[in-house]
Each structure stands twice: as structure tokens, then as C-alpha cells.
């Protein structure tokens, strides 16, 4: 079974960091993109960040450039985005999601074949 478990979340302070970790199990992530999506209450769920299989392309919401960070290890079958100067907006539910594609990355929903649960970020003082 194909399966994605996120970690990571928590409550953290306005300027705070926090790092997620996508964990794969029942398969190897080495010929998957990984994208990271949100979701906040009464709001679609949106692009954060995403990685090539290889990790040499990474594309980045706007909203979060320059602050996040989007990384892989596939020896340890385990992607991460640090999540630096976080803001209240950032609070939301994070997912992150793999597509059986190479040498690329897209933050488009329906790109995505492999979903995890979602670990929730709240930023707040």
C-alpha cells in the first residue's frame, strides 16, 4: 500500500521556523516528484513548494519564496521543507503529495496521485 505520512506540525511563534518531513512507506520515492500543499479553513487547498525526483528543479509558491525551503533524502525515502519567519497566514493543514513523474515538478493539484493525511501549522503569538 502506497502510502505518505507527514510530520513536523505544531504551533509555533510569528518569525518561528518548523520543519515538515514526507515520509514514504510500501514504496520508494526515487522516481516521484513531491509536492507540498496547504489548506486553511474556508480556503482551496494551494501549492507551497515542489520537488523533481532528482531534486534539481524545486518550484516555490510566491507567497513563500525566500522563506521555504524544499529538500530531499532518498536514502532515507523522506522529503522536508523548512518552514522559516512563518507568519499567522501560514497556518494551515499541510500536505504532501507524490506524482510518478520525472525530471520535473508542478503545483497543480490533479498532478498528484499519492496523498498523506495532512499535519496541521498554526502560527500564532
Known amino acids: 500500500q502506497l502510502q505518505l505520512v507527514e510530520s513536523g506540525g505544531g504551533l509555533v511563534q510569528p518569525g518561528g521556523s518548523l520543519r515538515l518531513s514526507c515520509a514514504a512507506s510500501?514504496?520508494?520515492?526515487?522516481?516521484?516528484?513531491i509536492g507540498w500543499f496547504r489548506q486553511a479553513p474556508g480556503k482551496e487547498r494551494e501549492g507551497v513548494s515542489c520537488?523533481?525526483?532528482?531534486?534539481?528543479?524545486?518550484n516555490y509558491a510566491d507567497s513563500v519564496k525566500g522563506r521555504f525551503t524544499i529538500s530531499r533524502d532518498n536514502a532515507k525515502n523522506t522529503v522536508y521543507l523548512q518552514m522559516n519567519s512563518l507568519k499567522p497566514e501560514d497556518t494551515a493543514v499541510y500536505y504532501c503529495?507524490?506524482?510518478?513523474?520525472?525530471?520535473?515538478?508542478?503545483?497543480?493539484?490533479?498532478?498528484?496521485?499519492?496523498w498523506g493525511q495532512g499535519t496541521q501549522v498554526t502560527v500564532s503569538s
Open positions: 503529495a507524490g506524482g510518478r513523474v520525472l525530471h520535473m515538478c508542478v503545483m497543480r493539484k490533479n498532478w498528484y496521485d499519492v
Open positions: 510500501g514504496f520508494t520515492l526515487d522516481y516521484y516528484a
Open positions: 520537488i523533481s525526483h532528482s531534486g534539481s528543479v524545486t
